[in-house]
């Protein structure tokens, strides 16, 4: 496979953006807000107490950069990147990390050798990767300013996540008191129930099903981002199916199965991480436009970033 250099990639996303039409989202009210004042806004209203250590901090860019324009994702990809300055917009809230783990940092990790210390800082740094690098130059080259929202987010009551999958889905008149978490939607089968959402929530081949087919469908859970074991014992007893996105195979998929084994008429649908945060950031645009009027926000999907071969 032939690699492209990182001047050249950068060069050719560049004048892709350039070259395509702008529907521009980009509009000041009252004047200028810079992008630390909107994360002052965001701690001030988010409605949960600001950790002092979070991951939610800025990523790429200049604290003191005007902004234009709001863009909310699930992951700030180089296609969302490329869209939000199509748009006009040069700040995006992300919900995950830029540059692909929690450290977000703008190289590559150091590969830690078995035994050494997690504190160990003896170990050469790695060589510049090229996708890490085009990354961080096309960040910089359009005065892109990343906020990473999740923590905080996450905390909100109702929980946002599960707010927008309901909303998503069309479910909202089917949320059980007043927790969108959990929901009553009228009966149908598994199997046309697995249709529907993955046919909604616009799902390319990130989706897995554990159950039996035709089980009758009623109480419904959701369970977005990384679902852990406890979160589904707990949880699972109460419902037919739980809608999550993503899990450690051995842990609650195993678990499922093994409780379908038993006879239990439950069930687990994996949508992916990334498609059932999406809403919840969606939902998070709208939220910002009631605290910071001077800019417009809006809302790119960063979609499935799975597909699925031909049978």
Not at 142 to 160: E, I, Q
Not at 281 to 289: H, I, Y
Request: glycine share 6%; charged share 20%; with cysteine.
């Amino acid at each position: 496979m032939h690699l492209i250099s990182r001047r050249k990639f950068v060069a050719l996303t560049a004048s892709s953006v350039a070259s395509a039409p702008l529907t521009s989202m980009a509009r000041t009210i009252n004047g200028s807000i810079t992008a630390q004042e909107i994360l002052d806004r965001i701690r001030k209203n988010v409605g949960v107490e600001w950790k002092p250590d979070t991951v939610d901090t800025f990523k790429a860019g200049d604290a003191a950069t005007a902004v234009t324009g709001i863009v909310t994702t699930a992951l700030a990809s180089l296609n969302v990147l490329s869209a939000a300055v199509k748009a006009g917009a040069n700040m995006i809230v992300t919900c995950e990390p830029t540059f692909f783990a929690k450290a977000d940092s703008p190289t590559p990790p150091v590969r830690r050798i078995p035994g050494m210390p997690q504190n160990d800082t003896s170990s050469a740094p790695p060589p510049a990767d090229p996708v890490f690098t085009a990354k961080a130059e096309f960040l910089k080259k359009h005065n892109l300013v990343v906020l990473r929202l999740s923590d905080h987010w996450r905390l909100r009551r109702p929980d946002p996540f599960a707010q927008g999958l309901a909303s998503e889905l069309g479910w909202s008149k089917f949320i059980t008191a007043g927790d969108p978490a959990h929901l009553t939607i009228p009966e149908t089968s598994l199997d046309a129930l697995a249709s529907y959402v993955k046919r909604t929530l616009k799902s390319r081949g990130g989706m897995r099903v554990v159950g039996n087919r035709s089980l009758r469908i009623r109480k419904v859970a959701f369970l977005p981002g990384s679902t852990p074991l406890q979160a589904a014992v707990q949880t699972l007893p109460e419902v037919d199916t739980i809608i999550a996105g993503e899990v450690r195979e051995w842990e609650t998929v195993e678990y499922v199965r093994d409780t379908v084994a038993l006879g239990g008429k439950k069930s687990l649908m994996l949508v992916g991480r990334i498609v059932s945060e999406d809403p919840g950031m969606r939902s998070c645009a709208q939220w910002l436009k009631t605290i910071v009027p001077e800019v417009s926000s809006t809302w790119i999907s960063a979609g499935d970033p799975y597909w699925r071969p031909t049978l």
